[in-house]
Every structure is written in structure tokens, then in C-alpha cells.
């Protein structure tokens, strides 16, 4: 019979499921050596957030066939050593939804009615109704910033309290705005205009500080902030400043940039319009019981040779087609990211063309990678394996497969079409060798370039001086060029230039280049 090791708390729900098709141990004070000394013993592990599986405790795990996290995050888990080893890792990427969602709008109404501070003065012995005189949401406008499964019950809950909902996403399609009736707008246009703002984002590079002094400034004086996603979203010095200054009305905060917050936060020592609660977006027995049921069904499903339905590595391959396909699925996925980062806003279509001998091999796997690519700029980990077609399909994004096994310029290439508010972006890539990754075209223009962190594309007229005006330009800033291709289909045409940077761009400099006269457009992509 199969032996489950549980290693962190979960609820008794979770543990029955598993006794129903193996034995199940469990020890929650394992220490990180004993932990590597027993994983031997297990064909399947499920923790949560107390549980590290580093790289030598999943190598130790040398019989295990499936890790679970009761939870979202898989941080704690080193999944491409696991994914390397065959063992399919899951998670329960909906388990708290609700609970997030309903946080929120808690949250959102306490602000409103000072419904903490109403009751810390009365139980301070105080009848005081004058001081809290709050607002009503009714006819007001909420912005929510990122629409997934949050964000969207959060706005139809918001709808039924007769509230005007805007909503900022850069992956959701108008047409699925328009099913959740919500009004899709510009990031700008939801600040300036919402009497609410409530975020639902991962933590990106991107959305690091998105809501700072600048982009507070541009806001409704009074406006209410919402943050129950991830900390280090909000600039919480900004955010301090703005309610003392009484620019923002109020805020209230589930996530901190640092977690516990620290006792000297000067966000404690703010007043009644002020919510603060220690990260308690998942901290229902609902929410508990939801992940503990879910990540135990697919272990107990794996055990019996079924699929994983939540697997954040690549579930379903064989180990044979796995090593096959491995260096296409990095491509695809490569590719995905540039395509998306080229398309520059909302994608509405892609389409996966498999050219040459990879046209004949199993296609799925390889459509999914192009997605996750695709969607990883703005989702970071919540975007995987499984669930990229799904987020996809959520976003409106529609997907079509193609095949050309007669073209031969390389034993096997693939090609991103992608089509959305900003235009079409084209790109090719195939394989040198076995593994060696290579950007084969742009838009139709040949080049022959392998992708590096950091990348400076141009499209600019084919004439003279140019490229050196360009070189300078990236000099002057102490930006330095590894490498240089130009593709072009004709001469003194229109062309392209990729430039391998070994740097990121100073603020400002992209602007500079586009405006040098023959540059058409640039972009600059972090793969």
C-alpha cells in the first residue's frame, strides 16, 4: 500500500481522503535533516507553508510520485528539481478564492462605516457616534486592478451593491469586460476616476510599488485603497504620506512588503481610517478545508494513476516524451514571453505554427509552454502548466494550432503569431543541435539570435548610420552591447536589430532611441 507522509497541519478532511487508498503518517516537527531522512519512505507528500522540499529533501524523495502544497504558493517546493525527477507537483489554485474575495469587500465596508475603531471605542467605554460618520458604496466607483477569479467575484458582489465597477487588466479581452459587466479601461482612467481602488495582482517587477506618490497623486481626493493581494504592491512610505496629508481617505491592508510588519511601521500609528489585518485573505475554516480537500484528491488520484488536475509542472508526459520534447517546450515558452512583450497589451489571438520534424510530435505540451510564456510577464507564478489554458481561455484569448512539416530550414522551428490592441507581432525560433535556443525571425524579418536576459529590438529604415547612432547612444550610458544582428528583406528597406544587452535600460533612454531619426519603433524585452 502507498505511504503518504503529511508534514505540516492540515485539516482531518484532507488526512481521511488519503487513508482511503494509503497509510498515512503524520509529523509536523520534522527538522529539516530528519525530513531527508524519512522521504525515502513516501510515495507521496502533502505540506504547506511550514515544509521546505529544497532541492536535496525532493532528490531524497527518491520514490515519491507526487508533492502537494495545500495552498497557492509553491515557493517552498524547488519544483524544477521535482519536475526533472518525474514527480508531479500540485497545488489548489482556487481553494481560497472566496475567502480573498469576500476579505476584501469586508474589508472594503469597514473602511467605510470605521466599523474597528467604532468598536475599539465603544468597548473603550465611549458612546462617540459623531467621529464615525462613514460613506456608503452605493453608486460609487470601484477600480479593481487585475480581473482573475478574485477580482471578478469581487466585482460581482460589488455590482449587487449598485457600485460602478472599472477595471484594469492588460489579458482580459474586452468581450470578457463585457460578460463580467465591467467597464475595461486604461490604468490612468480607472486612478483618476474611482472612489474605490481595491488590487488583485501577482508581485511582479512591474507591479512593484504600482501604487506610489506619483500615480496617488493623479487620484480622486477621499479615494479608499484595498490591498489583499501581495505586499510591496502599494509604496507603503507613499501610502502613509497620503493619508496624513489627507489625499487618500483610507486604506486597508492584509499584505505587507515586509511580513510580520514590523513593529516600527509607521503604518501602525495611523488612525481610524486606517485597517490593517495580518495577512488573514486565506484564514477561513472554508478556505482550509477547500485546500486540504483539493491537493489530497489529486494525491489520492495520482496514487491511482489518474492525471492531476492543478499541477504546476508539466503533468501527463511520459519521461521519454518529456526528454524529448524539454528543449521545444523551452522554446515555445521563450518565445510566448517575447511574443507577449513585443505585443505590448491586451492579446486577443495566438497561433501556434509547429514547422519541420517537430510538426509531427505531440502538440499539446507545446501550445501550453507558448501560453505560460505568453502569460508570465503578468502572472508570474500563478501561471503554470496546467492552468495556462485555462487563464487563457479566462482572458478571452483565443488559441489556434497550425502545422507545416515541409519547411526545412531547420530540423524543427516554431512560430508565434500574436494579434491584440497594439497590432500583430510575429516570431520564429528553432533549435540548433539538440538544445541550443535560437530567435530565428521577427515579424518576418531573418535573424539568427540566442535570446539573452536582456534584449533591445528595433525596427528602423536600412541606411547608413543608424546602427553606430544607436551604439553611441547606449555608450553614452554606460549600456553595454554583448551582441548584434540585423534582418532585413531588402536593401535600404525596413529592417530589424536585436542588440544582447548586459544591462537594463536607464529610465528615459528607450524614448531617446525612438527618436533618432530612421527608428520606427523599439521595444526592450527580459526573458
Not at 348 to 375: C, F, M, R, W
Not at 480 to 505: C, K, T, Y
Request: hydrophobic content about 45%; charged content about 20%; overall charge negative.
Amino acid at each position: 500500500m502507498p505511504k503518504v507522509l503529511v508534514s505540516d497541519p492540515i485539516d482531518q478532511v484532507g488526512i481521511d481522503i488519503l487513508s482511503q487508498v494509503a497509510t498515512v503518517d503524520v509529523k509536523t516537527t520534522l527538522s529539516p535533516e530528519e525530513l531527508i531522512q524519512v522521504l525515502p519512505e513516501y510515495d507521496a507528500i502533502m505540506i504547506r507553508s511550514g515544509t521546505k522540499l529544497t532541492k536535496e529533501a525532493v532528490e531524497a524523495g527518491k520514490n515519491l510520485k507526487i508533492i502537494g502544497r495545500a495552498g497557492v504558493g509553491v515557493d517552498n517546493v524547488d519544483v524544477p528539481t521535482a519536475t526533472r525527477m518525474g514527480i508531479v507537483v500540485v497545488n489548489s489554485p482556487e481553494g481560497n478564492t472566496i475567502a480573498a474575495a469576500e476579505h476584501t469587500l469586508a474589508m472594503m465596508m469597514s473602511l467605510s462605516r470605521f466599523i474597528p475603531a467604532a468598536n475599539a471605542s465603544l468597548k473603550g467605554g465611549k458612546w462617540d457616534r459623531k467621529s464615525f460618520t462613514g460613506v456608503e458604496v452605493y453608486k460609487k466607483t470601484l477600480g479593481i486592478l487585475g480581473l482573475g477569479k478574485i477580482g471578478s467575484h469581487v466585482a460581482t458582489v460589488a455590482k449587487s451593491l449598485g457600485m460602478r465597477i472599472l477595471a484594469y487588466d492588460p489579458f482580459l479581452t474586452a468581450e470578457r469586460a463585457e460578460k463580467l459587466g465591467v467597464h475595461l479601461v486604461e490604468l490612468e482612467i480607472l486612478l483618476r476616476e474611482a472612489d474605490y481602488i481595491t488590487l488583485h495582482l501577482p508581485k511582479t517587477k512591474d507591479t512593484q510599488h504600482l501604487i506610489n506618490a506619483d500615480r496617488i497623486a493623479i487620484m480622486k481626493d477621499g479615494v479608499r485603497i484595498i490591498n489583499c493581494a501581495r505586499g510591496g504592491i502599494i509604496d507603503e512610505v507613499a501610502i502613509a504620506d497620503a493619508i496624513k496629508s489627507g489625499k487618500v481617505g483610507g486604506i486597508a491592508l492584509d499584505v505587507f512588503e515586509n511580513e510580520p510588519l514590523e513593529a516600527e511601521s509607521g503604518l501602525r500609528e495611523l488612525g481610524a481610517n486606517v485597517i490593517l489585518t495580518p495577512h488573514l485573505g486565506a484564514s477561513t475554516e472554508e478556505a482550509q478545508t477547500n485546500v486540504a480537500v483539493d491537493v489530497a484528491e489529486q494525491i489520492r488520484d495520482v496514487l491511482l494513476g489518474l492525471p492531476a488536475r492543478s499541477a504546476v509542472n508539466i503533468p501527463g508526459l511520459r519521461p521519454d516524451v518529456w526528454q524529448k520534447l524539454k528543449p521545444y517546450l523551452q522554446l515555445a515558452e521563450m518565445l510566448g514571453n517575447l511574443v507577449g512583450q513585443l505585443a505590448g497589451g491586451r492579446v486577443d489571438t495566438l497561433n501556434v505554427k509547429l514547422q519541420g520534424e517537430i510538426a509531427n510530435s505531440e502538440s499539446q505540451p507545446i501550445v501550453v509552454a507558448a501560453l505560460k510564456g505568453l502569460l508570465s510577464p503578468a502572472l508570474r507564478e500563478r501561471v503554470n502548466f496546467v492552468n495556462a489554458s485555462i487563464e487563457a481561455k479566462e482572458r478571452g484569448i483565443h488559441v489556434t494550432e497550425t502545422r507545416d512539416p515541409s519547411v526545412e530550414d531547420y530540423s524543427g522551428s516554431i512560430h508565434l503569431t500574436a494579434h491584440g490592441s497594439q497590432g500583430q507581432q510575429e516570431v520564429t525560433g528553432a533549435l540548433l543541435g539538440k538544445s541550443e535556443i535560437r530567435i530565428t525571425s521577427i515579424n518576418e524579418f531573418p535573424i539568427n539570435v540566442a535570446p539573452t536576459h536582456y534584449m533591445l529590438l528595433t525596427l528602423h529604415r536600412d541606411m547608413p548610420g543608424i546602427i553606430g547612432r544607436i551604439g553611441s547612444l547606449l555608450g553614452n550610458f554606460n549600456v553595454n552591447i554583448a551582441s548584434m544582428q540585423v534582418g532585413r528583406r531588402m536593401v535600404r528597406g525596413e529592417a530589424v536589430m536585436v542588440l544582447n544587452i548586459d544591462d537594463p535600460l536607464p529610465s528615459g533612454l528607450l524614448d531617446e532611441i525612438v527618436h533618432i531619426q530612421g527608428v520606427t519603433d523599439a521595444f526592450v524585452v527580459k526573458l
